[in-house]
């Protein structure tokens, strides 16, 4: 039986690179996109034309019940999932904790922890033998900014990468005897479109000199570990969080 990935925020950056990598590995991907349908698009048209099988799911993964739709889409469109890659995340403008909104806070973790966690209970719900599944793998996208903090910059985001650090750890053990495995890659300078997004389009570029390998990293060098993790190649790998930061 064929596996079937499903990539939140896999219209751009790693989640696009890790639905294209996957792709050419055997998976059928579900592509989800909160707004952006020609980028989406575009990634199922690669995937297709290369021979694999792909679809396009919107949904954003802060709103229960779009999650809910997206898995019901994927359910009849490709059927039960193999693999979530929770790559949707948000990022917003630097600021210090003491200019931060709660409306800029709210909007953080409900994208980037409560989606990731709302994304993972239904895939949970389709893979566990526990609830009649046949097992899988969840990676979820967190980031170095875990570890440093992002002082004077997005200690918000550091915060909600940190909370998924924790929950990969938690959701492991949890399912470990239920044929899922889980677990993070933690991302350091990346040059995607994320930094446009908080209003840093250069960032990846300006912050190289502070990285030992003194270079930004690529979005499939991060997919390539996502894949590891999918495969069978790391069987005996769960609650591991993984850095592909070039030594930051």
Request: aromatic share 4%; hydrophobic share 45%; glycine share 12%.
């Amino acid at each position: 039986m064929k596996p079937i990935a499903l990539v939140t925020g896999g219209s751009r950056g790693i989640g696009a690179a890790t639905a294209l990598l996957a792709a050419r590995a055997g998976y059928a991907i579900a592509v989800n996109y909160h707004a952006n349908s020609l980028a989406a698009d575009e990634v199922v048209r690669q995937i297709r034309a290369g021979g694999g099988n792909a679809i396009t799911v919107q949904a954003d993964v802060a709103q229960e019940d779009q999650v809910l739709g997206m898995f019901a889409k994927v359910d009849a469109k490709l059927g039960r999932i193999t693999a979530l890659v929770n790559s949707a995340g948000v990022v917003d403008v630097a600021s210090r904790v003491d200019g931060m909104s709660v409306a800029r806070l709210r909007r953080m973790f409900d994208t980037n922890v409560i989606g990731s966690m709302v994304c993972a209970r239904e895939a949970v719900l389709r893979m566990s033998t526990a609830h009649g599944g046949q097992g899988g793998v969840i990676i979820n996208l967190s980031s170095v900014a875990a570890t440093l903090g992002s002082p004077g910059q997005y200690v918000d985001y550091a915060a909600s990468k940190g909370a998924i650090d924790t929950f990969t750890v938690g959701l492991a053990r949890e399912v470990a005897q239920e044929g899922i495995r889980v677990n993070a890659v933690r991302p350091g300078v990346i040059d995607t479109e994320i930094h446009a997004s908080g209003g840093q389009p250069d960032r990846a570029t300006q912050l190289a000199g502070a990285i030992p390998m003194r270079r930004a990293g690529r979005a499939d060098e991060v997919a390539q570990a996502i894949l590891w993790l999918m495969s069978d190649a790391s069987s005996y790998t769960t609650g591991a969080l993984i850095d592909v930061s070039g030594g930051r």
